[in-house]
Structure formats: structure tokens, C-alpha cells
């Protein structure tokens, strides 16, 4: 959250005619001066990076109210967010939000039904929530002191506080996706009037008291608003072996100036792969491409939308970032003017970064080539069902742009050509064109040799979608089994290979990009699986073995009474049994059980047939992919058989 210290569903299809005429009026005005690009989507190639669910989400302030959040919450499931992360707000709740730590220091008592409310509404749209343990409660404020001061009692505050909440969601039954302690306890004087010192004791004890509370737990920190603290941070968490799951902290910049790179890349990464940082994600867990929120600010404008499409392009192609938290899903209402830089506005209306992140959420993940010629830019992507281009222009001047669609894996579908520009789809500039509509559409068309042509104004954006009519949506989500964690595994942040797995759709996307040798993994732990699972997998690109560690295979890892005492891999070939790169998960040995597949573009698990005596039901699945040469990827669906 930010004020403080800058203070002191699916796509319509109804076509807008009026809307439309007007446009095109507006647009052949401009063609004249416009630029030429040209642009060619080939949906029969597959490219880097996979356009992944899995990575985005939604940041909040402690200053929505609970009414609001209800209001939203449709909006916010249309965005197919993965995590959502807010403030708690202990000692400074604000609007309709009561004290939730009450009694005294020496008997804190909790009020638990607002903040399960908006944890189901969270759950209920399909995200995981993400509280961040935020301040100091009304009882552990020191005599005339502050919510940002440190708690009076620090152990009251770390070990009976913070996990009372985390016993309360796991009694009853509700998923937390990560328990962050504090934010940005760097902003001196600002969210932490304390020390660094204090801060890293208030980590130690309450990561270990969450984990006491929930062996589960995922726990992240430290929320920095700067840098300095990160070496220090993940020093005491080394030195002291202390939970984390996450390494968090915040940015508002360009996603393209190297800053993020600079400032954190390094902060979790030795280019070792048994550094036990390995398998840590890094969490960009607030962030705005801009960091000028006085309104009006091209944030809420129909510039924004381009700006966060850029941004997201960016964000892709650095697989060493795990999740990124927009800020901010809603505006906040504050004292003072602050933060105006929400998805929705405080009624709840949407703004054009809004429908730009609902035209992400929509795109296949499956990355197609693009050829740009021009000043133009954008993503591609496809499945069976649906082939999207995403363009946008930030040059400075409108594009008159031409574009092909190639390859469309289906024979006739619907077109439709999406905007969002001053006259559509951005409510601040128009509000008579608040939503996303089709400007144009062709219904029942061929799609051999379909393409479209017109003007991209400054800081517009143009989506072009064919599909097949069908409805099939590939995102849907599915319920296979509990998952109690996804894990990543990217020990080396310099290199482009990346590796995600979306809990949601079960479905894992890895790729070497341009590397030739890099070691990455991904997958999930899981209890209540069937008994059969169904492995689809799509690959890509010349794989190699180019030592004794080139790898494309399944892992997965049984658990018993004892804990993880079985592994088994499964492959089609890539595989060698000298293999000695370490298994960050599960048993973390070589495997116990070895079995290769015919086709491993189609196969079958019997998990009860593979799990050794006492299994719990609980296994560690993840996908591997290593040393397989340049260009090498694939995408892997897991269904019940």
C-alpha cells in the first residue's frame, strides 16, 4: 500500500454499431498520418513465453471496505487472478472493517467474520488470498503510540496472534495461498518505526509459529519497498534455516528498465541448483508500471491499458519472477487523495487496464509466433479452439497496421476485433463505453487467409480473436485433488528457461528458451488424487541429450508415515540413469523407480500401483526439464483417468 507515503465475463459479443461508425470515423481521420505495420501470426508455431495464468493477481489496500469487496467480486473472478493479496490492517482498520484483535496482551481475543467473508469471496472466485500480517493491534500499541509502531510484546504478536488465524482458516477448512509477515518494513517511519533487527526477529518467530500452526503454511516476506534489506533478510533466513516460501517485494517502474533485475534478480540466486533458495519464489507482490497515482494520471486512462500490456509482455520474459500482485484491483478510500490507480473505481466501474487484464486472462496460454514490421507491438497465442492476437501501440503516433492470421487449427469460427482506446472500453475516457464489445465481427467465416486492417491509435490497444463457436473454454478450471502447494524450481535467475504449473487447470508449461543448459521444474502437492491420472503433453523444438542430466520427465514423489520414501520417474526417452542433478522435492534423491513410456505425449499413471507401502495419499508431482538444448518446451494437461 502506497498512500501513506505518496500522500505526505467472457467477452460481449453484441457489436457496438454506434460505437463502431464513430471509430471509424475517428480512425480514417487519423490514418492519413498514421505510420504502416505490418504484423503476421503464425498459430501453427509455438513460441516463448507461454501467456500463463499462474502469474498475475491482484493487490488491495486496507482501505476497501468489506461492501466493496462483495460489490467486485464477480469482476474479480472474470480476471482469473491467482493470488489476491490485502493488508490486514491490525490497529488502523478502516471503513465498515472492525478490530479483529481485541482483549488484552494478555488475552487476545479475535474477530474472525469479516475477514472469513472476504477469504470465501477470494476462494469463491478461483484465487488464492494472500493476508499480509499487518500492524500492530490496539493491544500491543505502545502508550500513545501507533499502529506502525513495533508491538509492545513481540512474542504476544508473533506467537499467539499470527497463528491464531492461521489455526482458525485450517479448523476450518479455508485455503490460504501465503502468509505474509508485515509490509514493507523498509519504508522507515513509515509501515515500521522500528529497527531491521526488530523487524528479522518478528520474521524468525512468527514464520516458525505459522509453520507450528500449519505445516502447510506458506510463508513470505519481506514485502520491501526498497532494496537495501534483502541481503540481510535472506541472510537470517539462511543462518537460521526459517520458513519462506516466497521472497517478496514491491516495484512501481518500467517492467523494460532493468530495474528489477538489478535491484532483486541476485537477491535469491547463487546459479547453484542445490542452493536451497532454488526453490523459493520471488514475489513482485505490488506492482504498477507507474509511480505517479494524482489523478488524472494516464494509469486510469486508456494508456494505462497499453502501459499494463507491455508491462505483462515484460513480466513474461523473466521466469524468475513467480507472481505479480497488480496494484491495485480497486481504488482505495483514504483520508487524503491517494492511489487512484484501480482496475475498477471506487463505484465499481471499469477502467481500461481492467479490460486489457480481462483480455490476457482470456488468450490461450499456448505462446504463437508473432512477426512484427513496425512500430507496433504484441502477443500471439492459440489452442484448439481459439487463436488471439494482442497488439498495442505506445510509439508516440497511431499505426495503420495489417494483420494475417495463419494457421487457424480450425476451418471456419467466428472474428471479432476488440478496442481499447479513448473511444472504447475506457470508462474514463468515455463513459458511454465502459465494457468490452466486438467493433467488428465476421460470424461463420473462413479462416484460410483471414486477416484485418486499420489504424492503432497512440496508446490504443486491438485485440483480434477467431474462434471456432464451440464456447470451449481451455481455462476453465477443474477440481482433480486437493492441492495443498504448486512448487518452482529456477536456481539459476539469470537464464531464460522457465517453468510454471497452474493450479487451477492442472497444467504445467516449462521451456529451455534460449538456453542450452538449464535445470528447471515445476508441479504441485497433492492429497485426495484419483487413482489414475492421464499425462497429455505437447512439445516443441529439437530436444537433445547432451550429458548425463538431460532430462524431459514426470516425478513423482510418495508420501508415507515416515515421510517422502518413494520416487518414481516416468519418461519417453530423455533420461539417463547417470543422472546426478538434484531433486529439490519429495525423497530430494535420485529416483527410487524408473518407467518409461512408449508415448509420452499420452499416457497413464496408476498411482496406487507405483506408491510404496503406507502411502498417505499425498505425492509431490512436478515436471522436469533439463540440459535439452535451445528452444525445447512443452506443456503438459493432467486429468483424471
Request: with cysteine.
Given at each position: 500500500?502506497?498512500?501513506?507515503?505518496?500522500?505526505?465475463?467472457?467477452?460481449?459479443?453484441?457489436?457496438?454499431?454506434?460505437?463502431?461508425?464513430?471509430?471509424?470515423?475517428?480512425?480514417?481521420?487519423?490514418?492519413?498520418?498514421?505510420?504502416?505495420?505490418?504484423?503476421?501470426?503464425?498459430?501453427?508455431?509455438?513460441?516463448?513465453?507461454?501467456?500463463?495464468?499462474?502469474?498475475?493477481?491482484?493487490f488491495n489496500s486496507g482501505y476497501v471496505s468489506l461492501d466493496r469487496w462483495k460489490r467486485?467480486?464477480?469482476?474479480?473472478?472474470?480476471?482469473?487472478?491467482?493470488?489476491?493479496?490485502?493488508?490486514?490492517?491490525?490497529g488502523n482498520e478502516q471503513h465498515d472493517w472492525a478490530p479483529m484483535v481485541t482483549g488484552?496482551?494478555?488475552?487476545?481475543?479475535?474477530?474472525?467474520?469479516?475477514?472469513?467473508?472476504?477469504?470465501?469471496?477470494?476462494?469463491?472466485?478461483?484465487?488464492?488470498?494472500?493476508?499480509?500480517?499487518?500492524?500492530?493491534?490496539?493491544?500491543?500499541?505502545?502508550?500513545?503510540?501507533?499502529?506502525?509502531?513495533?508491538?509492545?510484546?513481540?512474542?504476544?504478536?508473533?506467537?499467539?496472534?499470527?497463528?491464531?488465524?492461521?489455526?482458525?482458516?485450517?479448523?476450518?477448512?479455508?485455503?490460504?495461498?501465503?502468509?505474509?509477515?508485515?509490509?514493507?518494513?523498509?519504508?522507515?517511519g513509515v509501515f515500521w518505526t522500528g529497527s531491521q533487527a526488530q523487524y528479522l526477529d518478528?520474521?524468525?518467530?512468527?514464520?516458525?509459529?505459522?509453520?507450528?500452526?500449519?505445516?502447510?503454511?506458506?510463508?513470505?516476506?519481506?514485502?520491501?519497498?526498497?532494496?537495501?534489506?534483502?541481503?540481510?533478510?535472506?541472510?537470517?533466513?539462511?543462518?537460521?534455516?526459517?520458513?519462506?516460501?516466497?521472497?517478496?517485494?514491491?516495484?512501481?517502474?518500467?517492467?523494460?528498465?532493468?530495474?528489477?533485475?538489478?535491484?532483486?534478480?541476485?537477491?535469491?540466486?547463487?546459479?547453484?541448483?542445490?542452493?536451497?533458495?532454488?526453490?523459493?519464489?520471488?514475489?513482485?507482490?505490488?506492482?504498477?508500471?507507474?509511480?505517479?497515482?494524482?489523478?488524472?494520471?494516464?494509469?486510469?486512462?486508456?494508456?494505462?491499458?497499453?502501459?499494463?500490456?507491455?508491462?505483462?509482455?515484460?513480466?513474461?520474459?523473466?521466469?524468475?519472477?513467480?507472481?505479480?500482485?497488480?496494484?491495485?484491483?480497486?481504488?482505495?478510500?483514504?483520508?487524503?487523495?491517494?492511489?487512484?490507480?484501480?482496475?475498477?473505481?471506487?463505484?465499481?466501474?471499469?477502467?481500461?487496464?481492467?479490460?486489457?487484464?480481462?483480455?490476457?486472462?482470456?488468450?490461450?496460454?499456448?505462446?504463437?509466433?508473432?512477426?512484427?514490421?513496425?512500430?507496433?507491438?504484441?502477443?500471439?497465442?492459440?489452442?484448439?479452439?481459439?487463436?488471439?492476437?494482442?497488439?498495442?501501440?505506445?510509439?508516440?503516433?497511431?499505426?495503420?497496421?495489417?494483420?494475417?492470421?495463419?494457421?487457424?487449427?480450425?476451418?471456419?469460427?467466428?472474428?471479432?476485433?476488440?478496442?481499447?482506446?479513448?473511444?472504447?472500453?475506457?470508462?474514463?475516457?468515455?463513459?458511454?463505453?465502459?465494457?468490452?464489445?466486438?467493433?467488428?465481427?465476421?460470424?461463420?467465416?473462413?479462416?484460410?487467409?483471414?486477416?484485418?486492417?486499420?489504424?492503432?491509435?497512440?496508446?490504443?490497444?486491438?485485440?483480434?480473436?477467431?474462434?471456432?463457436?464451440?464456447?470451449?473454454?481451455?481455462?476453465?478450471?477443474?477440481?482433480?485433488?486437493?492441492?495443498?502447494?504448486?512448487?518452482?524450481?529456477?536456481?539459476?535467475?539469470?537464464?531464460?528457461?522457465?517453468?510454471?504449473?497452474?493450479?487451477?487447470?492442472?497444467?504445467?508449461?516449462?521451456?529451455?528458451?534460449?538456453?542450452?543448459?538449464?535445470?528447471?521444474?515445476?508441479?504441485?502437492?497433492?492429497?485426495?488424487?484419483?487413482?489414475?491420472?492421464?499425462?497429455?503433453?505437447?512439445?516443441?523444438?529439437?530436444?537433445?541429450?547432451?550429458?548425463?542430466?538431460?532430462?524431459?520427465?514426470?516425478?513423482?514423489?510418495?508420501?508415507?508415515?515416515?515421510?517422502?520414501?518413494?520416487?518414481?520417474?516416468?519418461?519417453?526417452?530423455?533420461?539417463?540413469?547417470?543422472?546426478?542433478?538434484?531433486?529439490?522435492?519429495?525423497?530430494?534423491?535420485?529416483?527410487?523407480?524408473?518407467?518409461?513410456?512408449?508415448?509420452?505425449?499420452?499416457?497413464?499413471?496408476?498411482?496406487?500401483?507405483?506408491?510404496?507401502?503406507?502411502?498417505?495419499?499425498?505425492?509431490?508431482?512436478?515436471?522436469?526439464?533439463?540440459?535439452?538444448?535451445?528452444?525445447?518446451?512443452?506443456?503438459?494437461?493432467?486429468?483424471?483417468?
Open positions: 500500500m502506497k498512500a501513506l507515503r505518496r500522500a505526505g465475463a467472457a467477452l460481449g459479443v453484441a457489436s457496438l454499431l454506434g460505437a463502431s461508425l464513430v471509430a471509424q470515423s475517428a480512425q480514417s481521420a487519423e490514418s492519413a498520418q498514421a505510420a504502416a505495420a505490418t504484423v503476421a501470426a503464425d498459430f501453427a508455431s509455438s513460441a516463448d513465453y507461454p501467456l500463463i495464468k499462474s502469474k498475475f493477481g491482484v467486485d467480486v464477480p469482476l474479480l473472478a472474470t480476471l482469473r487472478p491467482a493470488r489476491v493479496r490485502w493488508e490486514m490492517m491490525w488484552t496482551a494478555a488475552n487476545p481475543q479475535y474477530n474472525f467474520s469479516q475477514v472469513d467473508q472476504l477469504v470465501d469471496l477470494i476462494n469463491n472466485a478461483g484465487a488464492l488470498p494472500v493476508p499480509a500480517l499487518t500492524y500492530t493491534p490496539s493491544i500491543l500499541k505502545p502508550p500513545g503510540g501507533s499502529w506502525n509502531n513495533p508491538p509492545t510484546n513481540p512474542s504476544v504478536w508473533a506467537n499467539q496472534i499470527v497463528p491464531a488465524f492461521a489455526n482458525h482458516w485450517k479448523q476450518t477448512g479455508r485455503r490460504i495461498g501465503s502468509y505474509e509477515i508485515w509490509n514493507e518494513p523498509d519504508l522507515a518478528l520474521y524468525r518467530d512468527a514464520s516458525r509459529a505459522l509453520r507450528a500452526a500449519d505445516p502447510d503454511a506458506y510463508v513470505e516476506g519481506p514485502a520491501l519497498c526498497c532494496v537495501g534489506w534483502s541481503g540481510p533478510f535472506v541472510n537470517r533466513v539462511l543462518s537460521e534455516n526459517l520458513p519462506l516460501g516466497g521472497f517478496s517485494f514491491h516495484a512501481y517502474t518500467d517492467a523494460t528498465n532493468g530495474s528489477l533485475e538489478n535491484n532483486y534478480r541476485g537477491a535469491t540466486d547463487s546459479g547453484l541448483t542445490a542452493y536451497r533458495m532454488a526453490s523459493v519464489d520471488n514475489n513482485l507482490n505490488e506492482y504498477n508500471w507507474t509511480n505517479d497515482f494524482t489523478a488524472p494520471t494516464d494509469v486510469i486512462t486508456h494508456r494505462g491499458a497499453a502501459q499494463m500490456l507491455k508491462s505483462y509482455k515484460a513480466l513474461l520474459a523473466k521466469p524468475w519472477i513467480t507472481h505479480v500482485e497488480w496494484a491495485q484491483f480497486q481504488d482505495p478510500v483514504c483520508p487524503s487523495t491517494c492511489d487512484v490507480i484501480g482496475l475498477l473505481d471506487r463505484n465499481g466501474r471499469k477502467r481500461a487496464s481492467y479490460n486489457a487484464f480481462q483480455l490476457y486472462a482470456n488468450m490461450p496460454v499456448e505462446r504463437k509466433q508473432l512477426n512484427v514490421n513496425g512500430a507496433v507491438d504484441g502477443m500471439a497465442s492459440s489452442d484448439g479452439h481459439k487463436s488471439g492476437i494482442l497488439l498495442w501501440n505506445t510509439s508516440g503516433a497511431p499505426q495503420s497496421v495489417s494483420a494475417a492470421l495463419n494457421n487457424v487449427p480450425f476451418a471456419r469460427g467466428n472474428f471479432r476485433v476488440y478496442r481499447i482506446d479513448a473511444q472504447h472500453a475506457s470508462f474514463e475516457d468515455n463513459p458511454a463505453s465502459e465494457h468490452l464489445a466486438p467493433v467488428e465481427q465476421r460470424l461463420g467465416t473462413s479462416t484460410a487467409g483471414l486477416n484485418w486492417s486499420g489504424t492503432i491509435p497512440d496508446h490504443g490497444v486491438v485485440y483480434l480473436e477467431a474462434e471456432d463457436g464451440t464456447g470451449t473454454d481451455t481455462l476453465a478450471g477443474r477440481h482433480l485433488a486437493n492441492v495443498v502447494r504448486s512448487n518452482r524450481y529456477i536456481p539459476n535467475h539469470g537464464k531464460p528457461a522457465y517453468a510454471s504449473f497452474d493450479r487451477r487447470t492442472w497444467t504445467a508449461a516449462l521451456g529451455m528458451a534460449g538456453e542450452t543448459w538449464a535445470d528447471v521444474a515445476a508441479g504441485t502437492v497433492a492429497s485426495s488424487l484419483p487413482a489414475n491420472l492421464r499425462v497429455r503433453l505437447q512439445a516443441s523444438g529439437t530436444f537433445q541429450q547432451l550429458d548425463a542430466n538431460s532430462l524431459l520427465g514426470l516425478r513423482i514423489d510418495f508420501q508415507t508415515a515416515g515421510g517422502y520414501t518413494k520416487g518414481v520417474l516416468v519418461h519417453g526417452g530423455l533420461y539417463n540413469s547417470g543422472r546426478s542433478a538434484p531433486h529439490p522435492w519429495g525423497t530430494q534423491r535420485q529416483p527410487d523407480q524408473v518407467v518409461t513410456v512408449p508415448n509420452f505425449s499420452d499416457f497413464t499413471v496408476n498411482l496406487p500401483g507405483l506408491a510404496p507401502p503406507g502411502w498417505t495419499g499425498r505425492a509431490t508431482i512436478s515436471f522436469h526439464l533439463q540440459n535439452s538444448g535451445p528452444t525445447t518446451r512443452f506443456t503438459a494437461n493432467i486429468r483424471a483417468a
